[in-house]
């Protein structure tokens, strides 16, 4: 069973479409929702939270129409962590934790071993008697995630767990994200629109932007896109530029490396061929990986 | 030789067992939501310097009254009498500071209920846990929790220092029942007037400061208004109603007769509080609006 089915959703703000007929479905295990600012990641997920209603399309939570439960599943299967800053004044970190747990169905006492167990394995232990007010931001992402987990959810959804964090206070979130999924069999969705989140925790990714879907499939089948074309190197590549332009060949040099990518198919005895009318030896001969970011900003761009 | 890297062991993440949560019904949860944000406001960092000055108001205000009762308890006072007067005091402004004070105990105390959910987006993390119905419901509550807590502050000292000398004892009070409904309808009329002004002012900003100086200036600028300007220069009695702490001295006055004769405006009144209420519902509703 899908965690999540959509089927033509639609957002408009005014004049403003924030979400434009997307219908992904999203499995269990590791999710990323990947797309820059503005993309409607935080849209997405607050509607099908129930938090905002669509502008028109239908939606699947853990398989159940939205209907009048809709809540009561949420309580019970979901743990959300918001967007930072999103908190609640004059708490410290331990009653807000704790009051999410009481939220969620438990007795004072259960709710408040909880609050500590958690904050314990979000990292937090020093500063849960401190004033929520006065956490850095990396405090804020933690004690959010402390706050989702408090009821032992079996999907965790996160709205940029990593936004406003230094790489370490990244690679102690996602450090976490990957344990829950790996080692306790939580099902993760998260939105990120940093490319290396998705690379160190997700095997599924849905790319999107200005509101729509460019991309939804495994992490792997992505990364074989990035295969583009064929590197080669030159001893002197000014002579051999004219006759791959001769040839009709497409392709990019790069001025600094002097290294050519062909786009176009080509073969080494063809390249061979080249180069000895060319006088000059090949140096390399390799398909060409882009940079997983061109490869982001390329599907960007062409949406 | 081995690493000497030093890797602090995490806390491995612990599963809850799920006997330990228990169906919750939305009074629950409305009674967890009104106990937190009780908690919240009364023991906030932000609201304790006021409440500290508050209450060395409170402090002065009584030992005032106190001076001025007991020139009056040289006469023999019979037991009505005293609540006559001692009550009367937290009615308005101007015949006592109890309503005023109990104008500052709702700006201290409860400015923040809602504005500081607007401030930090909090009202996307309740989406999640209660549904917007029980969230409402529950800052209703703690806003009457507040004008107990701040009525009831007022009329506790004022037993102790004034009525428990002058001498009529506590199970009198309790046995006359009429004399409790009154006290009854004496909260409900300032929960509705100055806790629904205080609601509005709690919702329609994300800042408690700015919430809190509303609450406090706002009604008695209508008042001053309405009373020495509007009322006295065109007669009509609404304007006279408006002002939030005359609907209260309307409604008392009615109630136990009081010096003023205002009994008259009665229908006013109620108007008026209708209307505070009703603004601050309507603000409230908004602000619960923000989930997104
Ligand atoms: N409440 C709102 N009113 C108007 N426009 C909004 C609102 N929320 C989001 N938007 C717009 O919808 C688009 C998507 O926003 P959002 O979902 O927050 O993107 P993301 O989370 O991917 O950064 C943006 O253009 C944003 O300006
Ligand atoms: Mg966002």
Request: charged share 20%; aromatic share 12%.
């Amino acid at each position: 069973m899908n965690i999540i089915e959509t089927e033509n959703l639609r957002k408009e703000y005014g004049t403003i479409v924030a979400l434009d007929n997307v219908s992904v479905e999203i499995p269990k295990g590791a999710v990323a929702f990947l797309g820059p600012n503005g993309a409607g990641k935080t849209t997405f997920i607050k509607i099908v939270l129930g938090i905002i209603s669509p502008t028109s399309g239908k939606y699947k939570f853990l398989g159940y129409e939205k209907e009048k439960t809709t809540l009561d599943i949420i309580r019970k299967q979901i743990g959300y962590m918001p967007e930072v800053p999103t908190t609640i004044s004059r708490v410290t970190g331990i009653q807000f934790v704790r009051h999410m747990g009481m939220l969620t169905g438990m007795p004072f006492e259960v709710a408040m071993q909880r609050a500590h167990e958690v904050l314990d394995y979000v990292g937090l232990e020093d500063e849960r008697y401190r004033n929520t007010k006065h956490y850095s931001t990396g405090m804020k992402q933690r004690l959010l995630l402390a706050q989702a987990l408090v009821h032992d959810p079996d999907v965790i959804i996160c709205d940029e767990p990593t936004s406003g964090l230094d790489p370490a206070g990244r690679e102690d979130i996602l450090f976490l994200l990957k344990d829950l999924v790996k080692n306790y069999g939580k099902s993760l969705f998260f939105s990120t629109h940093i490319l290396k989140d998705v690379e160190q925790t997700c095997d599924h990714v849905i790319l999107l932007n200005k509101g729509r879907v460019i991309y939804e499939g495994s992490l792997e089948k992505l990364k074989e896109k990035q295969k583009y074309g064929t590197q080669v190197r030159f001893y002197s590549p000014e002579k051999v530029i004219p006759l791959l332009k001769e040839k009709g060949y497409e392709f990019q040099f790069n001025e600094i490396t002097k290294d050519i990518v062909i786009t176009n198919h080509v073969t080494l005895e063809e390249l061979t061929a080249i180069a000895i009318k060319a006088k000059t030896p090949i140096l390399l001969f390799k398909p060409y990986e882009r940079p997983f970011d061109e490869l982001f900003m390329e599907m960007v761009s062409k949406s | 030789m081995k690493p000497t890297l030093d890797i602090t062991p995490r806390n491995s993440y612990r599963p809850l067992e799920k006997s330990r949560l228990k169906e919750q019904s939305e009074f629950d949860l409305i009674i967890t939501q009104t106990k937190f944000d009780l908690k919240r406001m009364l023991e906030g960092s932000w609201a304790k310097a006021p409440i500290i000055f508050s209450g060395l108001l409170w402090y002065v205000t009584t030992l005032f009254t106190v001076s001025r009762l007991s020139i009056q308890s040289i006469l023999p006072i019979d037991y009505w009498n005293t609540f006559k007067d001692s009550l009367s005091l937290f009615t308005a402004p101007r015949e006592g500071a109890g309503g005023l004070l109990i104008g500052i105990g709702l700006a201290v105390i409860g400015s923040g209920l809602i504005a500081d959910d607007n401030a930090s987006k909090a009202h996307t993390i309740y989406a999640t846990k209660i549904s917007k119905r029980t969230y409402i419901l529950s800052k209703i509550l703690t806003m009457l929790a507040i004008v107990f807590i701040s009525l009831f502050l007022w009329a506790f000292l004022l037993y102790f220092i004034v009525i428990y000398k002058t001498g009529p004892p506590l199970s009198g009070i309790i046995e006359h029942w009429y004399f409790l409904t009154n006290l009854v309808i004496l909260f409900v009329v300032y929960s509705m007037t100055i806790g629904g002004i205080a609601l509005f002012f709690s919702s329609i900003t994300d800042r408690s400061l700015v919430a809190g100086v509303l609450i406090l200036v706002i009604p008695l600028l209508i008042q001053f208004i309405g009373t020495l300007i509007l009322y006295d220069v065109t007669g009509i009695s609404l304007f006279l109603a408006l002002g939030p702490y005359n609907t209260v001295l309307i409604v008392w006055d009615k109630l136990w007769g009081g010096t003023y004769k205002y009994a008259q405006y009665m229908p006013e009144a109620v108007f008026s509080m209708i209307l505070y209420f009703s603004l601050g519902l309507w603000a409230l509703f908004k602000a619960s609006n923000d989930r997104k």
